[in-house]
T-cell receptor
Framework: EAQVTQNPRYLITVTGKKLTVTCSQNMNHEYMSWYRQDPGLGLRQIYYSMNVEVTDKGDVPEGYKVSRKEKRNFPLILESPSPNQTSLYFC??????????????FGPGTRLLVL | AQSVTQLGSHVSVSEGALVLLRCNYSSSVPPYLFWYVQYPNQGLQLLLKYTSAATLVKGINGFEAEFKKSETSFHLTKPSAHMSDAAEYFCAVRDTGRRALTFGSGTRLQVQP
C-alpha cells in the first residue's frame, strides 16, 4: 500500500531535550516536505527536500533541522525544543517532475507537546 | 507572496443540504489549486485539484469545485451533505514552478441530522 508513515504519532517532551520525528514514504517520491498545523493558521511549511541531499527552508524553519540521506526518509529534528513548537506535524511527499501540479500525499501526523 | 482565504472557520449544514465552502486566492498568474479534507485524528486527503484543464473539477465523495479566474475563487460544493462529510477542509494553492503548498486556515464542516 502506498503510504507516508510518521513516528511517533504522539510525543510529550520537555524543553531542551532533543528529539527526532521520522518520516518514510514507499512511493519513490523525489519531493518531501514537513508542515506544522496550528489552530487558525492552517498548515505552514517548515522544510522541504527536492531529492537526496537537497533540502531547503520553508516558511517557518526556525528551531528545526532536516536531513535527506535516503530517498525514502526525511526526518525532522528539533535540537532544543521549546513550548512554541507544540503543534501537529505532517510529513508529505510527491513526485517532482510535474511543474507543481503533483498531488502531495500526507502522513497521519505527529502531535507534539513540549512542556 | 501567495495567500489563501477561506471564508468561515465553521460551517454548519443540515444533512441533505447544499455544502458550499469558500476559497479565494491571491496570485498574479493562474496557479494550481487543491482542496484537502482532514477527518478527526487523520492526515490530509486530496479531494480534488485544478491544474489548468477544465475549470469545473470533480473530486471524490461527490465534491466539485469551480475555478473562476475573474473572481480568484475556487469554491468547493456538494449538492447534498452527508453525516460522513463532517471534517475540516483546507484550500491550498501552489504557483507554477514552486513546490510548497500555501494553505488556507481551514473550514470545519458540521453536518446536522
Amino acid at each position: 500500500e502506498a503510504q507516508v508513515t510518521q513516528n511517533p504519532r504522539y510525543l510529550i517532551t520537555v524543553t531542551g531535550k532533543k528529539l527526532t520525528v521520522t518520516c518514510s514514504q514507499n512511493m519513490n517520491h523525489e519531493y518531501m516536505s514537513w508542515y506544522r498545523q496550528d489552530p487558525g493558521l492552517g498548515l505552514r511549511q517548515i522544510y522541504y527536500s527536492m531529492n537526496v541531499e537537497v533540502t531547503d527552508k520553508g516558511d517557518v524553519p526556525e528551531g528545526y533541522k532536516v536531513s535527506r540521506k535516503e530517498k525514502r526518509n526525511f526526518p525532522l529534528i528539533l535540537e532544543s525544543p521549546s513550548p512554541n513548537q507544540t503543534s501537529l506535524y505532517f510529513c508529505a511527499s510527491s513526485l517532482a517532475g510535474g511543474g507543481g501540479r503533483e498531488t502531495q500525499y500526507f502522513g497521519p501526523g505527529t502531535r507534539l507537546l513540549v512542556l | 507572496a501567495q495567500s489563501v482565504t477561506q471564508l468561515g472557520s465553521h460551517v454548519s449544514v443540515s444533512e441533505g443540504a447544499l455544502v458550499l465552502l469558500r476559497c479565494n486566492y491571491s496570485s498574479s498568474v493562474p496557479p494550481y489549486l487543491f482542496w484537502y479534507v482532514q477527518y478527526p485524528n487523520q492526515g490530509l486527503q486530496l479531494l480534488l485539484k485544478y491544474t489548468s484543464a477544465a475549470t469545473l473539477v470533480k473530486g471524490i465523495n461527490g465534491f466539485e469545485a469551480e475555478f473562476k479566474k475573474s473572481e480568484t475563487s475556487f469554491h468547493l460544493t456538494k449538492p447534498s451533505a452527508h453525516m460522513s462529510d463532517a471534517a475540516e477542509y483546507f484550500c491550498a494553492v501552489r504557483d507554477t514552478g514552486r513546490r510548497a503548498l500555501t494553505f488556507g486556515s481551514g473550514t470545519r464542516l458540521q453536518v446536522q441530522p
